[in-house]
DNA sequence: TTGAAAGCGCTAACAG
DNA sequence: CTGTTAGCGCTTTCAA
């Protein structure tokens, strides 16, 4: 492997400029000489710096990921998924973005700046709006996911969550079901707000009314999904609701443990339905029925997205919202006779 | 923010030489300017340019992460979060370095040099030899999670496998267990063989002959486990295992659900161990009895030898064993009286 | 169509 | 103890 630019010129008998124009497809180049030295990057194997290359001025070729959520949020890995595949087409490299790293002196943005990182995806609940902010101030490409924060050169992906929801409540009342509860997720949140809009707006176009009594709130886990459904479960039986959608998979699990500990069956009694698709709702008994989000789509999105934001000076807070599909499985039946 | 060292240097009054020796720590500069310096550096909150910084040939202050088994393994998420803790003390960054994006022409390994990455990490099934071969002769630090590969440059890290097995059947032996099956692994994979080794060790210790007939062989998946439970399931009655170690989680799964098709209950009629304690394992119902693997410490103390073997020019060949802890959970009872 | 040379921001000799 | 200066490897005017 060629150590340097200057080999490659020496080897090929061109100068240092022909062959950076040849690397970078200027087209003022002697189709001849063009391969000579493109037969010489290939024997030699050389590869430019990458340091050079971000120090000269130009692009870095670097993105960076940002979790607000930690590392063990299940669609990390999803989101990660898709986006090699818009980095390895766009040609970008990942840097990791540790929490922990950061702090009010040192924020991840002025890592960036250090590092020439030229954009960064953002996934995770919002927590910290004072890196949000100064982020958005700075002008650092961004993309978040599943938080709707917008700037000149900001913008966001997220699920289709009000869609989703309906999608579900049409689903149980092709089962028949006329009494469907809902377990409500963190409402402060982005995705907590629109999955709690899109059950209401789901019963409107079924035509079924808005019971106050059949929303129980939860913080997406297991165990507060478990405490909600004993809520939901408290009222009297023949107003108790036959089915119940859930914010979240793991809420959902919640839901399951506690109509089971109430003597009750799933799906006999009560239809479930989650939220997310996580490995864990194929692999639970019974299987869960579930909204799965596209988190590949998502992550491919974000990057491309980026692209565009760093290529494109113009190109001002976008957004996309990508769909969903609900995954039947074991959890839902049709409702009983009234 | 000052853009580079000249503004920092011109603002304290001193040369740019003074500022980087500042910024480096050396010695040799009068504590007054030293503190002036650092003033300015607050202030206008400089961040030396990385890029320079690799480029002029020291450290680039990066790592880099590599997977051969996909992004949806289990434990990268772990992995991750050990190696976050010494990332961030001693002052890397990670640059995740994508399957996709290579191929025979260009290999991560050159990429690396590239990028001035000062050494990675390598998790997965050892599945291409080529590239393994190609890391170890480059010099490029690295160390293997899972995989025995050793060099000059290249150590490797596991968990004490053979020690978790002999653990499990030595807590199966004190339920009162004799007849206890194991479902291997792949043989030819590096954990798959140790695991198997194991088994055998702790029957030794347990004084408990080894039977050919008792090992089913799976590839530690779900569906394979369940078939090799079937066949062990095949033995007469009066020989059939009352309990079984499993490879991995998944695995120990599959062979659950074997049993339980065939009318038989866990633990009742069969105690069963797993392997890994993934994040399934406490959510199955009954919750796995596993073997814990610390993948929190293995990562960071992967990143932690990968430093002294960046550092230190003469640190050859580190391998570490990261102990293991079985975690008692509701599948394994009491042998029944024979 | 090609090459010489300046310079990106930094570190490390070396001189003072 | 401090400053001058020569590069690190590359891209990009600008001149030939």
Redesign the interface.
């Known amino acids: 492997?060629a150590t340097n630019i200057r080999d490659v010129a020496k080897a090929a008998g061109v100068s240092v400029a022909t062959v950076s124009k040849v690397l970078n497809g200027y087209t003022t180049v002697s189709q001849k000489t063009k391969e000579r030295v493109l037969r010489i990057v290939k024997e030699t194997?050389f590869?430019?710096?990458?340091?050079?290359r971000?120090?000269v001025g130009r692009r870095?070729m670097?993105l960076g990921i940002y979790l607000t959520t930690?590392?063990?949020h299940p669609f990390?890995?999803?989101i990660?998924?898709g986006m090699?595949?818009a980095?390895?087409a766009k040609g970008y490299?990942?840097?990791?973005l540790?929490q922990?790293?950061f702090n009010k002196d040192y924020s991840f943005v002025?890592?960036c700046?250090?590092?020439?990182v030229e954009g960064v995806v953002i996934f995770g609940f919002q927590e910290d709006d004072a890196y949000f902010k100064e982020l958005l101030e700075s002008g650092l490409p961004s993309i978040f996911i599943d938080m709707d924060i917008v700037g000149q050169r900001a913008g966001y992906i997220s699920s289709d969550n009000v869609d989703a929801m309906c999608h579900s409540i049409s689903y149980l009342r092709e089962l028949k079901h006329r009494r469907i509860a809902f377990i409500a997720g963190i409402v402060e949140s982005y995705v907590g707000r629109l999955r709690y809009d899109g059950y209401k707006k789901g019963l409107e176009i079924a035509g079924l009314p808005f019971r106050e009594d059949y929303v129980a709130h939860s913080i997406f886990t297991?165990e507060s999904g478990y405490s909600a459904m004993n809520s939901l479960l408290e009222l009297p039986p023949a107003e108790r609701p036959t089915a119940v959608v859930c914010c979240s998979d793991m809420c959902a699990?919640g839901a399951i443990d506690a109509i089971r500990d109430a003597g009750l069956s799933v799906p006999g009694d009560i239809s479930v339905i989650g939220f997310d698709d996580i490995?864990?709702a194929r692999?639970?008994?019974p299987a869960l029925t579930t909204i799965r989000q596209d988190m590949i789509a998502m992550g491919r999105k974000a990057v491309e997205l980026l692209d565009e934001l760093i290529v494109d000076e113009m190109f001002a807070s976008p957004t996309a919202i990508v769909p969903t599909e609900l995954i039947v499985r074991d959890t839902c039946a049709p409702a009983k006779e009234e």
Do not use: C, W
Request: no cysteine; charged share 20%; aromatic share 4%.
């Open positions: 492997m194997r590869q430019p710096n990458a340091a050079a971000a120090l870095s670097t930690g590392l063990t990390f890995a999803s990660l998924s090699e595949l980095l390895k490299d990942l840097i990791y540790s922990l790293t002025r890592h700046q250090s590092r020439n297991r699990i490995e864990l692999n639970v008994t």
